[in-house]
């Protein structure tokens, strides 16, 4: 039997990269998956065929996660159709270009550039959160999986408000498993490092990805097949008594022992 039998599992940010890789691991393992899109429909339609084709089956809803009225409304429609979400993966992130020649030193950061990252972390992650936790709480268990990242431990680039928000998301993460662990319901999150392509990331320019790479004891970068794969784990009955935790993604790069990232 595959592990996801029977799931509705809700991805945000799925019509690309890494939402759409974990989308389709997830229905390869047989889950119902939501496919959340802000902005380009087409591919979310194509996320949702392939979803269909690995084996699951999948659903393309379109809604901007930080606003709260279009969460509750995602939600309320998956629920009326499938009973409600039992595993939700927190993956939609705010255009972020990982160039370190572009990005802004902590001197010239404005309180807009972390409200921007908070907001399409933390807070697109509270909402949905929010918003599938009763109906999680209701039928006694779920799995909440957050996306943050292996910079908030080690900075190798500084990327002062994208890390900050993410840091943020993880202690938000911590706490909810710490209220939410008495209704069955678990939350972990997973720490990529560069993932390498996608949107995000095509303007890393090919000295950095080289110097990551070879500071990586697996000697590559990531692709966003890699992370799909823990994902999918804490989703599982594998992963039942891990709460709390954060699965480091990132070939070896950062190790350290019984650290909290995010």
């Known amino acids: 039997m595959k592990r996801c039998e029977g799931k509705t599992v809700l991805v945000t940010g799925a019509s690309r990269g890494i939402g759409a890789a974990i989308a389709q691991a997830f229905a390869a393992e047989g889950a119902l998956v939501?496919?959340?899109?802000?902005?380009?429909?087409?591919?979310?339609?194509?996320?949702?065929?392939?979803?269909?084709?690995a084996g699951g089956s999948g659903w393309a809803i379109r809604a901007d996660v930080t606003k709260p009225h279009e969460v509750r409304h995602m939600v309320e429609?998956?629920?009326?159709?499938?009973?409600g979400v039992d595993v939700l993966v927190n993956?939609?992130?705010?255009?972020?270009?990982?160039?370190?020649?572009?990005?802004?030193?902590?001197?010239?950061l404005e309180w807009d550039d972390y409200q921007q990252q908070l907001d399409g972390s933390l807070r697109a992650g509270f909402e949905v959160c929010r918003a599938v936790i009763p109906g999680m709480k209701e039928r006694m268990?779920?799995?909440?999986?957050?996306?943050?990242?292996?910079?908030?431990?080690?900075?190798?680039?500084?990327?002062h408000d994208y890390t900050t928000a993410k840091a943020a998301l993880g202690a938000f993460s911590r706490n909810l498993a710490a209220d939410l662990g008495p209704y069955g319901i678990t939350v972990n999150c997973v720490a990529p490092g560069l993932v390498y392509p996608t949107e995000a990331s095509r303007s890393t320019r090919e000295?950095?990805?080289?110097?990551?790479?070879?500071?990586?004891?697996?000697?590559?970068?990531?692709?966003?097949?890699?992370?799909?794969?823990?994902?999918?784990?804490?989703?599982?009955?594998?992963?039942?008594?891990?709460?709390?935790?954060?699965?480091?993604?990132?070939?070896?790069?950062?190790?350290?022992?019984?650290?909290?990232l995010g």
């Open 34 to 53: 939501i496919v959340n899109y802000v902005r380009n429909e087409t591919a979310a339609r194509q996320v949702e065929e392939a979803c269909t084709r």
């Open 77 to 83: 429609e998956v629920t009326e159709e499938t009973g």
């Open 91 to 108: 993956n939609a992130l705010p255009s972020y270009p990982f160039d370190p020649e572009l990005r802004k030193s902590a001197w010239e």
């Open 141 to 159: 268990g779920g799995r909440i999986v957050n996306m943050v990242t292996n910079l908030t431990v080690s900075p190798v680039v500084p990327y």
């Open 207 to 260: 000295d950095v990805r080289s110097q990551i790479r070879a500071q990586t004891p697996l000697r590559r970068l990531a692709v966003p097949e890699d992370i799909a794969g823990p994902v999918v784990f804490l989703a599982t009955e594998g992963a039942r008594f891990m709460t709390g935790q954060t699965l480091v993604v990132d070939g070896g790069l950062t190790m350290r022992e019984g650290s909290h």
